[in-house]
C-alpha cells in the first residue's frame, strides 16, 4: 500500500535545493526518527560508508560504518536442506565506528536530547559532499558553546573519511574535554520478523590482529572469524588552537581514543581534525594492512583537512557537471529530492571500483550488503549515461564473476554459467531457492545491461575481451534450462522459473524471463558472429577458451526464434506466466493497510496461489524491451497488472510510472514517480531507517530519462519523446553518450538540444532525425501535449 509514512516538516527540514537538512532541533530526531536521520545523512564513497550517526554518538540506532565488499560468511541453517541449496551465507560487517568526537563540558557529556538548545542545523551539502552541523546552547552551568562539525567521506581517496571539529566558548572560559573514538563495537543481532535485514552473528567476528597507537594516532587491526579477510582502521588527528590543550591517548584491542583536555578561553576556537582510514584485503599480510593505514593518515595530515575539504568539492562539482537534472515546479521538495536521489547514486558507486552496488549502497545492512539485479537493471543506465568507466567497472565486477557462475552452474546441473541471485562473493546466498535461485533472469538481466552499456558507450572492447564470454555462457544456460515443448506446438519453453514478481514463484513461462532470454541469446549469436568477422584471432581464442561450437549459435536462434510467449487473446494480454490467469485474484477489499508489505503478513502459499504482485514484472518487460509490444498491448497489459500490484518491493513505482508515461496516464505516470523520488524522503516503504533503497533511487533516474524525457536507446539509437508533468515547467538532464555530452531542456512547448562536450551527436527527437555538431551545437524541437509515439512504439515480433 503506498503511503509516505512520514512528511518533512517544511519548518525543520526546509526544502533547500542543494542541500537535506534539519534547520532546527526536533525532539524526534533522538528518538523516532534517529534510524532515518542516520540514512538520509549517511555519507559514502562507493567503497567506505558511514551512516549519519551523530559526533556524540548518543542518541544512535545503528552506527554503521561498512566497506564494500567487506563480509563474513555465516552457516545458512535449513530445517529441510536440498541438494543444491546454498550453506553458506555472507553479510556485510559493521566495522569499528570512527565517527565519535564526545565532548565533556566541566564534566558533563554533551548529549543534544539533554542540551538547552539555542540553534541547531544539521545538513547534508549536496554541493560540498559534507554533513555539517552547527549547534549553539547553553551549558548547564550557563555558559554558551557553538560546536561546528564537517565530516566527509572522500571520492578523491576512497580509505579516507575525514571530520572537522570545531569548539567555541561563547561567552566565558570553560573546561572540556573531547573524547575521539574508534570503537570496534560488536555485530548487533538480527531482527527475525523481517527476512530483509541482516542476519545477526554469535560471537567474536572481528579477532583482532595489533593496535598501533603513536602520538594522535591510533590504529586497530583485525581478521575476520572465517571469510579470511584482513581489516585495518586507524585515525589521527591534529589540532588547532589558541587554548593550552593537552592530550592522552587510550588503545586496545577494540576501543582507542585520544582525549583533549583544557581550558577553552572565550572565544578562542578549538579546532580539531580527524583522519579516519580503513583497509581490507583478502590476503592475511597484516602489516601490510596496516602499513596502508598508516599511508592515508600520514598522507591526509600532510594534505591537511582544507585542501581535502575542497577537493570534495570539486569531485561533486563534477559530478554535477555530468550528472545533475533540474526539474522546475512550485514545489521545491522535487528538486531536492531529485538531488538527493542523485547524490546517493553517487555516493553508492563513485570508488566502487572491484566492487558491486549493494541493495542499500553503503547506507545500511539491510539484505546483508548484498548485490542484486537491481545494480545492472536499475543503476548501471544512469551510470551508463553519466560516467561509463563506473559503469565499466561494475561490469567487470560481474565479469570477474564468471568462473564461480560456471561452477554454479554445474552444481545445478546446468551447461554455460548461473550467476547468484544475491550475493557479495560470487557464490550464491540466498537461502529462499523460490525468490532466490529461481529467478533465473538475472543472467539475462546482465546480458541487458552489458549490451546497453556497449551500444551506448560505443566500448566494443568491453564486448570482445569481456562481454562476449559472458554471452556464451548465459546462452549456453538458457539453451539448457529451456526445451521445444510438443505440447507447445515446438515451442521454445523454459519452465520452473520465478520472475521478478516475487509474489508469484516457480512458474512456467514466465514472459519476462523468456523475452529476456529471448535477447541474450540473439545478442549472443550477434555478437559471437560479429567477433568472428572483426577480431579472429581473439575469437580463436574464446572458441579454445569456452569451447564453444559452431553448432550451438544454431540452437540459439532456433531457441530464440522459437522462444514461447504466453498470450491470452480473450484479454489481448501477455500472462505473467502460464498459470498466472488461472489464479484466483487477491481480495484487496479485505486487505488491511497494515497488512502491508504483504510478505510480513502472509504465509508464501498464500500469496503464490493468488493474482497479487509484488513489483512490476511484465510491465517491467514492457519497458526494457519497449519494442516488442504494441502501445494497445502495453496499454492493455497495464490495466490488467496495474491493479494487481502491491509495490511492496520498492523496485516497482518507477517502473510503472515509466509505461504509464508511455501509454498516456500522465497521472499515473506523476504520482508513480513522486512514490519513487520519495521512497526515502518519506519512507514509503517504513523501513527506510535501515538504509537508502538504491535501485529506487536509480529508478527514480529512470522515470526521470525514459520516462517525462521519453528516452529510448534501443541498438543504441537515442530518441527522446519527451512530455512533461503538468506540475512542472521544465526537466533538464545532462547525457553522454559514444563520448558526446549534452544537455536536453524540456518545457511545455519545446525540447532544446544542446552539446556541451563533443563533435557530433545523432539522435531522433518524437521519430525525426537529429544531428548535434560543433557547428550546429543547439538545436530546438517542438514539443505536443500528447506523446507522439512514433519513434517509441514498434511492431510485435
Ligand atoms: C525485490 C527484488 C530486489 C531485492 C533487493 C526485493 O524486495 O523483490 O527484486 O532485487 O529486494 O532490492
Known amino acids: 500500500m503506498l503511503r509516505p509514512r512520514y512528511v518533512p516538516p517544511e519548518d525543520t527540514f526546509p526544502p533547500n535545493p542543494w542541500a537535506f537538512e534539519a534547520a532546527r532541533y526536533d525532539a524526534r530526531l533522538a528518538g523516532e526518527l534517529t534510524g532515518q536521520a542516520e540514512t538520509m545523512f549517511a555519507l559514502s564513497n562507493g567503497y567506505l560508508g558511514i551512516r549519519g550517526a551523530v559526533e556524540e554518538g548518543t542518541p544512535a540506532r545503528e552506527a554503521g560504518t561498512y566497506l564494500n565488499g567487506f563480509y563474513e560468511h555465516r552457516p545458512i541453517s535449513y530445517g529441510e536442506h536440498a541438494y543444491g541449496f546454498p550453506t553458506v551465507g555472507q553479510s556485510i560487517l559493521n566495522c569499528p565506528n570512527g565517527t565519535a568526537v564526545k565532548l565533556f563540558v566541566e564534566d558533563e557529556p554533551f548529549v543534544v536530547p539533554r542540551a538547552e538548545v539555542l540553534e541547531y542545523r544539521r545538513s547534508l551539502d549536496l554541493r560540498g559532499g559534507t554533513l555539517n552541523r552547527d549547534v549553539r546552547w547553553m551549558s548547564p552551568t550557563g555558559k554558551r558553546l557553538r560546536m561546528r562539525t564537517v565530516r566527509l567521506v572522500s571520492l578523491a581517496h576512497r580509505h579516507l573519511a575525514a571530520i572537522e571539529f570545531e569548539l567555541i566558548a561563547e561567552d566565558a572560559d570553560v573546561e572540556v574535554a573531547v573524547s575521539s573514538e574508534l570503537d570496534n563495537h560488536q555485530p548487533l543481532s538480527a531482527d527475525t520478523t523481517d527476512p530483509r535485514l541482516a542476519e545477526g552473528f554469535v560471537g567474536r567476528v572481528l579477532h583482532p590482529t595489533g593496535t598501533q597507537s603513536e602520538g594522535l594516532r591510533a590504529i586497530l587491526s583485525y581478521r575476520t572469524r572465517s571469510s579470511g579477510l584482513s581489516l585495518g582502521c586507524g585515525m589521527d588527528h591534529s589540532i588547532i588552537t589558541e587554548c593550552s590543550i593537552l592530550n592522552e591517548s587510550r588503545c586496545d584491542d577494540d576501543f582507542a581514543a585520544i582525549i583533549f583536555r583544557g581550558k577553552l578561553l572565550r572565544n578562542k576556537p578549538l579546532r580539531i581534525c580527524k583522519y579516519l582510514s580503513y583497509h581490507y584485503s583478502d590476503d592475511s599480510d597484516t602489516e601490510q594492512i596496516l602499513l596502508q593505514t598508516i599511508s592515508t593518515l600520514k598522507r591526509a595530515r600532510t594534505q591537511g583537512f582544507q585542501a581535502i575539504l575542497e577537493r570534495q568539492r570539486r569531485d561533486v562539482e563534477r559530478f554535477w557537471a555530468r550528472a545533475d537534472v533540474v526539474v522546475e515546479s512550485d514545489n521545491p521538495r522535487t ?139 548465459t546462452a549456453r544456460l538458457w539453451f539448457d534450462l529451456g526445451f521445444f515443448s510438443d505440447v507447445k506446438g515446438g515451442r521454445f519453453c523454459i519452465n520452473g522459473v520465478t520472475g521478478p514478481d516475487e509474489y508469484t514463484a516457480i512458474v512456467n513461462n514466465n514472459c519476462f524471463t523468456n523475452l529476456m532470454a529471448r535477447e541474450n541469446l540473439r545478442y549472443a549469436v550477434q555478437t559471437v558472429l560479429a567477433l568472428e568477422r572483426l577480431r579472429p584471432d581473439q575469437f580463436a581464442a574464446l572458441v579454445a577458451l569456452t569451447g564453444l561450437e559452431r553448432s550451438e549459435l544454431g540452437h540459439w536462434e532456433e531457441a530464440a526464434e522459437r522462444m514461447y510467449l504466453p498470450y491470452d487473446e480473450r484479454l489481448g494480454i501477455h500472462p505473467q506466466d502460464d498459470d498466472f490467469l488461472d489464479l484466483e485474484r487477491w481480495d484487496f477489499a479485505s486487505t488491511s493497510e497494515d497488512n502491508y508489505p504483504l510478505l510480513l503478513h502472509y504465509h508464501p502459499l498464500n500469496l503464490y496461489r493468488s493474482q497479487v504482485i509484488k513489483q512490476a514484472d511484465t510491465v517491467m518487460a514492457m519497458f526494457l524491451l519497449n519494442d516488442h509490444f504494441t502501445r494497445e498491448e502495453k496499454r492493455r497489459n497495464f490495466e490488467y497488472y496495474d491493479p494487481l500490484t502491491t509495490h511492496d518491493s520498492s523496485l516497482s513505482v518507477c517502473i510503472q510510472s515509466i509505461v504509464a508515461n508511455e501509454i498516456g496516464l500522465d497521472r499515473k505516470a506523476i504520482e508513480y514517480f513522486d512514490f519513487a523520488a520519495a521512497m526515502d524522503m518519506s519512507d514509503i516503504g517504513g523501513n527506510m531507517m535501515h538504509g537508502a533503497h538504491v535501485a529506487a533511487i536509480g529508478g527514480t533516474w529512470l522515470a526521470l530519462a525514459y520516462g517525462f524525457a521519453g528516452l529510448r536507446d534501443s541498438e543504441g539509437h537515442i530518441s527522446f519523446n519527451p512530455i512533461l508533468p503538468k506540475a512542472w515547467s521544465a526537466l533538464k538532464l545532462v547525457l553522454t553518450v559514444r563520448g558526446q555530452t549534452f544537455r536536453i531542456e524540456i518545457d511545455h512547448a519545446s525540447a532544446t538540444y544542446r552539446l556541451l562536450n563533443g563533435v557530433r551527436l545523432e539522435f531522433s527527437h518524437a521519430g525525426e532525425a537529429c544531428v548535434l555538431s560543433s557547428a550546429e551545437p543547439v538545436l530546438t524541437r517542438p514539443v505536443g501535449s500528447v506523446r507522439a509515439n512514433s519513434c517509441a512504439f514498434g511492431e510485435p515480433n
Open 335 to 473: 528538486q531536492q529530492t531529485i538531488r538527493w536521489n542523485l547524490f546517493q547514486l553517487l555516493q553508492a558507486s563513485e570508488r566502487a571500483e572491484g566492487h558491486g552496488i549493494g541493495a542499500r549502497g553503503l547506507t545500511g545492512r539491510t539484505y546483508e550488503g548484498h548485490y542484486f539485479w537491481d545494480t545492472e537493471i536499475y543503476v548501471l543506465p544512469f551510470l551508463i549515461f553519466t560516467n561509463p568507466s563506473i559503469a565499466r567497472s561494475v561490469l567487470k565486477f560481474r565479469y570477474d564473476m564468471l568462473d564461480k557462475a560456471r561452477a554454479r552452474a554445474r552444481e545445478l546441473g546446468h551447461r554455460g554459467a548461473t550467476f547468484p541471485w544475491r550475493t557479495i562473493n560470487g557464490e550464491e546466498a540466498s537461502a529462499y531457492y523460490a525468490a532466490g535461485t529461481a529467478q533465473y533472469h538475472i543472467n539475462a538481466d546482465i546480458a541487458y545491461a552489458l549490451r546497453k552499456y556497449v551500444e551506448v558507450t560505443g566500448d566494443d572492447e568491453f564486448l570482445w575481451s569481456y562481454g562476449a564470454e559472458v554471452l556464451i555462457e
